[in-house]
C-alpha cells in the first residue's frame, strides 16, 4: 500500500478514535507507533517507540514548560490574582462598567505570572463575580467579561500555548514571548474600552459605584503589586535583555514565585504542596500529548505528507491569503471541540510546512493561531474557559447566560485578529527589537 494512502488512512483513524473520545495523547501514540510499524516493519517502528519517548522528555529546551507551569501553579496559590485585581479596580472602578474593567485589566497583568488560562477564569470568578452582583452588575456582562479576560493566560507571556508551539516548531520560545506582549495588551484594552461603551450606552448594565479612593490609596495599591512586577521584571526583562534562556528563565520565575508566596503568606498557608500536585498533574498530561504527538510527526515524516502538502499548496494558484483564512477557520472549528494543546499536536506536523512554504513569518503565524484558539476557549460546545467560570462561580450564574454574556467579546476578539493579520508588525515588533530581523 501507498505510504501516502497509509498517512490518510491514519489521520482518518486519529479523528475519529478523538471524536469517539479517546484521550488525545494516547491516540497520537497508538496511531503513530502502529504507523510507523506499518511503513518500516516491526523492528524499525518499535525502535521509534522505543527512543522517541525518553528523547522528547529528556529534551533540555522542554525543561521551559515545567518550570512555568510551576511558576503559574505558586502564583494561583499566592492571591497575585487578587492583587491584581484590586489594584485595577482602585484605579477604574469608578468608571462605567469599571468593576468588569478592572478583572479585565487585572487578569491581563496577572498573566504575567501565570500562563493558565483556567486558573484565571477560575481565579477571577471568585474574586470579580460577587463584586459586580452585589452592585447590581447585569449577570452576562459581568461573567462574560471574567471568562473572555481568562484567555490573556494563552498570550501574554508566560503562555504555555506558545511554549507548546515553539516545542513543536523549534522556534525560539523568547521571541514567540516578546511577540504575544503587544497583541496581548491591544486585546486587553479592546475588551475594556469595549465594557465601557456598552455601560454607557446602556448604564443599567453595570451601575456606577460608590467608593472613592484617593491618590494614595490608588498609588499604594500599585505598590501592592510588586510581586507581579518583580516576577515579569525578571522573567521577561532577561529574556529581552539577553540575561538567560527562556528556560533559564522559566527556573528564575519558579523559584523567585516560590520565595513570593512564601514571604507574602507564610510557608504554612502558601500551599506548596498543593501547587506542586497540580503542577505534576498538568505537566503529565501535557507531555503525554507531546510524546504522541513526535510519535504521530514521525509518521507523517515517513509518509511524506507534509512535504508533498506543502509543496502542493506552494503550487496553486489559490492566494496565499485564501489558504490562511482556510487554516483560520479549520482552527477555529478545532477548537470548538479540542483545547489548546491537542489543537497543536495534531495539526502543526502538517500545517507549519506549508506556512513556511508560502513564505509567512512563523512567528506571527503563531500569535494567529494562538488568537484563534482564544476565541475557541471561549466558544461551545465546549468553551474550556466557560466551563470553569460557571463552576468556579458555584451558581450564581448559568451556563447559558455566560455564553450569551461570552458572544460580544468574541466580535472583539474577531476584530483584535483582523488587526493582526492586516499588520504583522504588531506581533513581529519586539522580536525585532530583541534578536533584529
Wanted: hydrophobic share 55%; aromatic share 10%.
Amino acid at each position: 500500500m501507498d505510504s501516502t494512502v497509509i498517512g490518510i488512512i491514519g489521520i482518518v483513524a486519529l479523528l475519529l478514535f478523538i471524536l469517539a473520545g479517546l484521550h488525545i495523547g494516547l491516540v497520537l501514540t497508538f496511531v503513530g507507533g502502529l504507523g510507523s510499524v506499518t511503513l518500516i516493519g516491526l523492528g524499525g517502528g518499535l525502535n521509534i517507540l522505543g527512543s522517541t519517548p525518553y528523547a522528547t522528555a529528556s529534551a533540555y529546551d522542554l525543561s521551559a514548560l515545567p518550570l512555568f507551569l510551576l511558576m503559574g501553579a505558586f502564583a494561583s496559590n499566592g492571591d497575585l490574582g487578587a492583587i491584581a485585581y484590586d489594584a485595577m479596580s482602585k484605579w477604574v472602578g469608578k468608571l462605567r462598567g469599571g468593576l468588569a474593567i478592572a478583572s479585565t485589566l487585572g487578569a491581563a497583568f496577572f498573566g504575567l505570572a501565570c500562563g493558565s488560562s483556567l486558573a484565571a477564569a477560575g481565579i477571577f470568578t471568585k474574586i470579580a463575580l460577587p463584586e459586580m452582583l452585589k452592585r447590581n452588575y447585569n449577570k452576562e456582562l459581568a461573567i462574560g467579561s471574567i471568562a473572555a479576560a481568562g484567555t490573556f493566560s494563552t498570550m501574554i507571556p508566560p503562555s504555555g500555548a506558545l511554549i507548546l508551539y515553539a516545542i513543536f516548531t523549534e522556534e525560539s520560545i523568547g521571541r514567540l514571548f516578546m511577540a504575544g506582549i503587544i497583541p496581548g495588551a491591544i486585546t486587553a484594552l479592546t475588551y475594556a474600552g469595549f465594557i465601557f461603551l456598552r455601560a454607557w450606552r446602556n448604564p443599567r448594565l453595570a451601575p456606577q459605584i460608590s467608593e472613592y479612593y484617593d491618590w494614595r490609596e490608588k498609588a499604594l495599591s500599585l505598590l501592592l503589586t510588586w510581586p507581579i512586577l518583580l516576577l515579569a521584571g525578571l522573567v521577561l526583562g532577561g529574556i529581552f535583555a539577553g540575561w538567560f534562556t527562556a528556560t533559564e528563565a522559566g527556573g528564575i520565575g519558579a523559584f523567585g514565585t516560590l520565595m513570593i508566596v512564601i514571604i507574602t503568606k507564610g510557608l504554612r498557608d502558601s500551599k506548596i504542596l498543593s501547587a506542586l500536585v497540580d503542577c505534576m498533574h498538568i505537566n503529565g498530561m501535557i507531555f503525554l500529548v507531546i510524546i504522541g504527538a513526535m510519535l504521530f510527526g514521525r509518521f507523517l515524516n515517513l509518509t511524506q505528507i507534509p512535504f508533498n502538502f506543502a509543496s502542493f499548496m506552494s503550487g496553486v494558484s489559490i492566494p496565499r491569503t485564501a489558504i490562511l483564512l482556510g487554516f483560520l477557520l479549520m482552527y477555529f472549528s478545532l477548537g470548538m471541540f479540542l483545547d489548546a494543546v491537542a489543537i497543536l499536536a495534531i495539526t502543526l506536523p502538517v500545517v507549519f510546512p506549508v506556512v513556511l512554504q508560502l513564505g509567512f513569518d512563523p512567528i506571527w503565524f503563531a500569535i494567529i493561531i494562538v488568537k484563534v484558539s482564544e476565541i475557541g476557549l471561549v466558544t461551545p460546545p465546549v468553551g474550556m474557559n466557560v466551563y470553569v467560570a460557571v463552576s468556579a462561580a458555584q451558581g450564581k450564574v448559568t451556563l447559558a447566560e455566560t455564553f450569551r454574556g461570552i458572544a460580544p467579546f468574541i466580535l472583539c476578539d474577531i476584530f483584535v485578529l483582523i488587526l493582526l493579520i492586516a499588520f504583522p508588525q504588531i506581533s513581529l515588533l519586539l522580536p525585532s527589537l530583541m534578536f533584529g530581523d
